[in-house]
């Protein structure tokens, strides 16, 4: 035991909290609601858009019963053993937490492809130790939509959340308890404004960082102390739940009916935690607060009912293996769950919990032998974590091993590679995935991602306020030598091996101004007049030089087509008078324009990497329809209308047949991410980038 307060007992009367109830089934039901909104939120995520917000529902509970356990504890001992509080904690996380964990490191090599592999072992390992959550926010994850595939242990960002409230919650309560002692002080004086600041400055932190547009704020702990801290004071200023019957019976509807709207009427859009997380955490307060209500409007008739009651008890095991259904599901399938298949995958969740919660948490938490003393859980708690950290390597090994075997087979085929290598192989036969008796993709899909142009410093950030101007020389000083210069965002930036290939069998000049998330636009993306971008000066800069240059001779220029420009209040795309704006003035300086249509975006929340590794023998089972991977954002051809001197160019049969979108063409991986293209790729199109231009220049 670890001694806090001095060992003269606590007087009751300073720390007054409500009689305690051993068993809250308001609480429980409660639990009920908030699994199933993340659950329901999972499967169907239309039906239930905000669904999300169950999660701040635990958080609040979790806060309220931890805090009350300590207040009991202080009242009637007037110390808190913490090995005795972190080994009941163990004891209730850890077993069904670790087994989860086991067995996704364990199906992972038969239901996950090998690029998730890595990152499913760390993130095996965060989630061993309840560092989920930060992993998550380095990688920049956006909860709502992600730039990565999600992985079947994602989830466990807010179990992390939880554990690290755990660690330092118990030290603030004693902490704050030991001086009111001190200071003469009830212990309830102490510990109330304690917590207050705690979750004042959590929340203020949390709206604040929340307003920044970063990611990191759904997922980092600073953000959410404050939903936890919430049930926390509750539990502190909670009297006699059995006055006003009436009022708590209102209470217990209007906090229902709070956390139920913001699952209907928030969405990913939602900035979110922040203030907009008040409305849920909030109405549990208000829930919890109402205790066990009565009369015509009661709910306990429905929060005391069996299944309400039986899904409390296991929604902690349900919160856990529900994910790596949904996880699995979209990865084999490649799509969400329709209807009947979420009935279905709910069904098989419940199943699962249910072993879990009778055959894992029940019996190691009745187990005699840990609770006679705090240290045996802890020390089995650490081994067990240990083991389970182990078993995370297995993944991040076997992924090394098969990409070092690949590797091999990538070096011998570049070293005779079959005559129709990509884009060769295309001609019309959009599922030609393999130019020869060879089933080698180049690249790997678990290295694509690094198969890029190396631009150096000669690319902007999207907060940079000038965009790098970069220099390829191959005139050999012939001042008559043309000058072409490339511009626009990372989709112009892909093409730069192919023309830059050009440009050295040619004797050209080449010019680049790359700038990521900025197409070459004077009007702003809506992402800019959302505070998240700046590209307008740049673009203003760029635009500036190319004309005061006075040796361009010819711009090429692309974007990405899912840069949104469209005004939300009339629905209108500036874009396009913007795009047209600027090649019109560029031709008005006798430069030639050449926009090039932008390349196919593969379907979206899908990453093409892990569905070629997926199906790496016969990856045409990941081509998609054509209208679906052109699905008329692009706005090119639209501005071009405007600006009748611009020649567009357009390569989009070199990506697609006539009816779909391959992902392998030629032995050779077309992405390298989510929509940009792999260098490999690209440079297989370099003559027919050259022959395009040329066309274009003469029918100009």
């Not at 045996?376 to 098969?402: K, Y």
């Not at 392998?664 to 690209?682: K, L, P, S």
């Amino acid at each position: 035991m670890l001694p806090t307060a001095s060992p003269t007992p606590a007087r009751p009367e300073e720390v007054q909290t409500a009689k305690p109830r051993r068993f809250l089934p308001e609480v429980q039901a409660l639990r009920a609601l908030a699994v199933l909104l993340v659950v329901i939120y999972h499967f169907q995520p239309g039906l239930l858009p905000g669904g999300f917000v169950g999660v701040d529902v635990f958080f609040v509970i979790s806060g309220f019963l931890i805090t009350g356990h300590l207040l009991r504890e202080l009242r009637r001992t007037g110390r808190v053993s913490l090995s005795s509080f972190w080994a009941a904690r163990a004891r209730r996380i850890l077993p069904a937490s670790l087994v989860l964990i086991a067995v996704v490191c364990l199906a992972t090599f038969f239901l996950s492809p090998a690029t998730q592999w890595e990152r499913i072992g760390s993130q095996a390992l965060a989630s061993t130790f309840y560092a989920q959550n930060w992993v998550l926010a380095v990688e920049a994850v956006d909860y709502m939509a992600s730039g990565s595939s999600a992985t079947a242990l994602q989830h466990f960002w807010s179990l992390a959340v939880e554990e690290q409230f755990y660690l330092f919650w118990p030290l603030l309560v004693l902490a704050a308890a030991l001086l009111a002692r001190r200071r003469g002080r009830s212990m309830l004086a102490g510990i109330l404004p304690a917590l207050a600041v705690v979750a004042a400055a959590s929340l203020a932190f949390s709206i604040w960082f929340t307003a920044t547009g970063n990611p990191a704020a759904y997922l980092i702990t600073p953000t959410r102390i404050w939903e936890l801290a919430l049930g926390g004071l509750l539990a502190v200023v909670l009297r006699d739940p059995s006055r006003h019957p009436r009022l708590r019976t209102l209470l217990a509807l209007a906090g229902t009916g709070a956390i139920v709207a913001a699952a209907l009427l928030y969405d990913g859009a939602t900035s979110f935690p922040g203030a907009a997380a008040l409305l849920p955490v909030l109405g549990a307060v208000a829930v919890i607060a109402a205790g066990r209500t009565a009369g015509a409007f009661s709910l306990h008739p429905v929060t005391d009912a069996r299944p309400v009651q039986w899904l409390g008890n296991i929604s902690y095991s349900l919160y856990l293996w529900h994910w790596p259904l949904v996880v699995w599901f979209r990865t084999l399938a490649d799509r969400g769950p329709g209807p009947l298949e979420s009935v279905l995958l709910f069904g098989a969740s419940l199943a699962l919990a249910a072993l879990s919660y009778y055959f894992v948490e029940t019996p190691v938490r009745r187990a005699g032998w840990l609770a006679q003393h705090p240290k045996r859980p802890i020390a089995a708690g650490i081994v067990a974590m240990g083991l389970i950290g182990l078993l995370a390597v297995a993944p991040v090994q076997q992924r090394e091993q098969l990409v070092a075997e690949r590797a091999v087979q990538t070096q011998e085929l570049l070293a005779s590679p079959p005559e129709d290598f990509g884009a060769a192989a295309m001609d019309g036969q959009a599922d030609r995935s393999f130019a020869g008796p060879e089933k080698v993709i180049v690249p790997d899909p678990n290295v694509a991602v690094d198969d890029e142009f190396d631009f150096g410093d000669c690319v902007g950030q999207k907060t940079d306020a000038e965009t790098p101007e970069c220099t390829f020389d191959y005139s050999g000083g012939d001042g008559t030598a043309p000058t072409v210069a490339l511009v626009g965002d990372s989709h112009a930036g892909q093409w730069t091996p192919a023309l830059d290939a050009i440009a050295k069998e040619r004797g050209w000049r080449l010019l680049t101004y790359i700038h990521n998330s900025c197409p070459f636009n004077p009007e702003p993306r809506t992402l800019e007049t959302e505070g998240d971008l700046e590209c307008t000066e740049p673009n203003r800069g760029t635009m500036e030089r190319l004309l005061d240059r006075g040796d361009i001779d010819a711009v090429v220029t692309t974007y990405s087509a899912s840069s949104v420009f469209e005004d939300p209040g009339t629905g209108q795309r500036p874009g396009v008078a913007g795009f047209a704006q600027y090649w019109n003035q560029l031709a008005d300086a006798g430069i030639d324009v050449y926009p090039v249509v932008d390349t196919p975006t593969p379907r979206a929340g899908a990453d093409p990497r892990d569905c070629v590794d997926l199906h790496y023998g016969s990856p045409e089972r990941c081509s998609q329809p054509r209208d679906e991977a052109f699905d008329g954002k692009d706005l090119t051809r639209e501005a071009a209308e405007l600006a009748p001197r611009a020649r567009v160019v357009d390569l989009s049969d070199e990506f697609c047949g006539a009816e779909s979108c391959p992902m392998v063409v030629g032995n050779v991986m077309i992405y390298r991410d989510f929509d940009h293209v792999t260098r490999t790729y690209i440079l297989t199109l370099t003559e027919k980038l050259e022959d395009a231009l040329l066309a274009a220049r003469k029918a100009g």
